[in-house]
């Protein structure tokens, strides 16, 4: 006890030091309660990024240029949707054109926030009228651009294998997914590179560094406590502190452990792991009279914690203009070194992606129901992912029951597909389930509170109408459907073809991870978000909300409701796919790679040349 007072005695006093100091202010209370949506969401072809806009290059970039055109009812920030023509949509198009009255529609919370900015010209129909008629317009320009991208991979990339190093942590899946998508497309653009994962806090870090692993265990398990100390170490003065400590006692170490695996580039994917081992590989160049280039990949969406960014690093890749903003004011980061890349992700969700196309054109339906079939699944029934419940929502079996409830009181026909993981005891449960019991059990809609709970995250006046409306249909109960919808739920173990999952799904249900938003997005799957961890994961949020394809709540009856609202209503699902692909990039990873692999090999070539010039010295 005697050991730790000093230590709880010193957090105190920094806290209340620091807290009048500046921090990223994007994540300090809840994103719901200051977000606009009428912002751009193209963030390519020439448009103005919006704040929290999903970034893109190389070949990709040009798939969604042809694109921003279908998502033009999202490109104006006065108006979410765009004034276009009445014309009637394409006979023989797979996209109807909403035949009831907006105001017969289920109303839910991202359709209001579209008929609150509604233009003169017919809302969410118009959007989906302009949306179908530009899928028709872009058709072939679509499959010129992959069979360009196919021909590319095609091509022998110039430059031999490589020894990458990447630094990462078990500090969540996402680290080390992002890692190991970067490691197979090394391995694919150049054949026989070999690649270590190094962890340089757990393998030569003094205390408290080396403690990282398990102190982050505990510290995502208890979001206060996470919240508290995510925003007293994102500060200036804590984390000089934090660099000179760093510094002055495990710089030696780290520098010898790089140097034992004689990298030709290090690659960082984590926050921790860029200052100190920034330093010591300048150190490693100036002792073996080469240079060692040094890439920072940051795997946050939205947010971004300020150790991410260092001015020593060769480039840094970002997947938002949040954080290319975010690089550049924290840390001082130069515009050349900045590259708006996109999260990496697996490589099975680019092939999926080029295999469907735009998720909801004719093209991807039919796809997605060949997928379906593959994988077992009601190709004729909606289809909800559901991964993950996080922190502040209950369990991952309350969402489960919420939604089956609600989905069979209206009448809607679906497929819960539950990923339980290795949660073997979860999966039994939903496999000898009572669902009939479930819905006896369950309090009746004009019972529910959660109207009211969700009145207050939205400041919109016209948005507070039409939750009213809703209220008031839940009351006089015709929101109750007079068939009861045939609902099949699925419980998954561990998967291993994910994105075969999500090109099956209608929507996903899981918390704010930013891997799983980028893949959701990359194969344009609109997304309900549950729950974040405080500071790192709530500009995630951000970029659900302003990229216009899904929404938060923290509440299981609020998400099964909006679920339901958005599985009843076409329109709404058109516009939210697009979105999403705008936002998406399937082959960031790729697009990393080449030109990390590019830039290497010139520094190799660099290096090989200065040691023959010292050598006819």
């Not at 309660?33 to 970039?61: D, E, H, I, M, W």
């Amino acid at each position: 006890m005697t050991n730790i007072l000093p230590i709880i005695t010193t957090t105190t006093l920094l806290f209340f030091l620091l807290t009048t100091c500046p921090r990223e202010t994007t994540s300090t209370s809840s994103p719901l309660l200051k977000l606009p949506f009428g912002v751009a969401l193209s963030t390519r072809g020439g448009t103005t990024p919006p704040p929290g806009g999903g970034g893109g290059g190389g070949a990709n970039a040009n798939i969604s240029a042809a694109l921003s055109g279908g998502a033009a009812a999202f490109t104006s920030n006065a108006s979410v949707v765009a004034p276009v023509t009445t014309a009637s949509p394409p006979q023989n198009s797979a996209i109807a054109t909403p035949t009831l009255p907006e105001e017969e529609v289920p109303v839910g919370r991202v359709r209001g926030r579209l008929l609150a900015h509604k233009s003169s010209d017919g809302g969410v129909a118009a959007a989906a009228r302009a949306t179908t008629r530009r899928w028709e317009e872009v058709a072939g320009e679509i499959e010129d651009v992959v069979a360009a991208r196919n021909a590319t991979d095609d091509e022998d990339v110039k430059g031999g294998p490589l020894k990458v190093l990447f630094l990462s942590s078990d500090t969540g899946g996402g680290h080390r997914a992002s890692a190991e998508a970067l490691a197979k497309q090394f391995q694919r653009h150049y054949p026989n590179t070999t690649y270590s994962l190094l962890d340089v806090w757990t393998a030569d870090g003094c205390l408290p560094y080396r403690t990282l692993v398990p102190t982050y265990k505990h510290l995502s398990a208890h979001p206060r406590q996470w919240r508290l100390l995510y925003h007293i170490s994102n500060t200036g003065p804590y984390m000089l502190i934090v660099d000179i400590h760093s510094f002055l006692t495990c710089e030696r170490k780290v520098r010898r452990r790089i140097k034992s695996y004689n990298p030709d580039v290090v690659v960082s994917v984590h926050p921790t792991m860029n200052n100190i081992p920034i330093i010591a590989t300048r150190k490693i160049a100036k002792e073996e009279g080469r240079h060692v280039p040094f890439f920072t990949v940051v795997t946050d969406f939205g947010s971004g914690h300020c150790t991410w960014f260092k001015n020593g690093v060769d480039r840094i890749y970002v997947a938002s203009e949040r954080i290319r903003r975010l690089a550049k004011r924290r840390g001082g980061v130069k515009d050349e070194k900045l590259v708006m890349s996109g999260l990496p992700i697996r490589h099975q969700f680019a092939v999926e992606a080029g295999n469907m196309g735009q998720r909801r054109s004719p093209v991807g339906m039919a796809y997605q129901r060949m997928v379906r079939e593959e994988l077992g699944v009601d190709v004729d029934k909606k289809t909800v992912l559901v991964m993950g419940g996080g922190e502040g929502v209950g369990s991952l079996s309350d969402i489960v029951d919420s939604l089956y409830v609600t989905f069979s009181k209206q009448g809607i026909d679906a497929t819960i597909l539950v990923v339980c993981g290795r949660n073997a005891k979860l999966q039994k449960k939903l496999e000898t389930r009572d669902w009939e019991q479930i819905i006896k059990q369950s309090e009746r809609l004009k019972k529910r509170r959660h109207f009211h709970r969700l009145r207050w995250m939205v400041p919109s006046k016209r948005i507070r109408q039409s939750l009213k409306r809703a209220a008031k249909a839940a009351k006089e109960g015709t929101l109750e459907a007079s068939k009861k919808g045939s609902v099949d739920v699925v419980g998954l173990g561990f998967v291993t073809e994910m994105a075969k999952y999500m090109v099956a799904s209608d929507v996903l249900v899981t918390k704010a991870g930013p891997g799983t938003i980028a893949e959701a997005a990359a194969l344009g799957l609109p997304v309900m978000l549950t729950s974040f961890l405080p500071g790192q994961e709530a500009g995630n949020v951000n970029i659900v909300l302003d990229g216009g394809f899904g929404d938060f709540c923290d509440e299981p009856w609020g998400i099964s409701e909006e679920v339901a609202c958005w599985l009843r209503d076409e329109a709404l699902m058109d516009i939210m796919s697009v979105a999403a692909s705008d936002v998406g990039v399937p082959n960031a990873a790729s697009d990393i790679v080449l030109d990390i692999g590019t830039s290497t090999h010139e520094w190799m070539l660099k290096n090989e040349e200065q040691r023959r010039a010292k050598e006819e010295q």
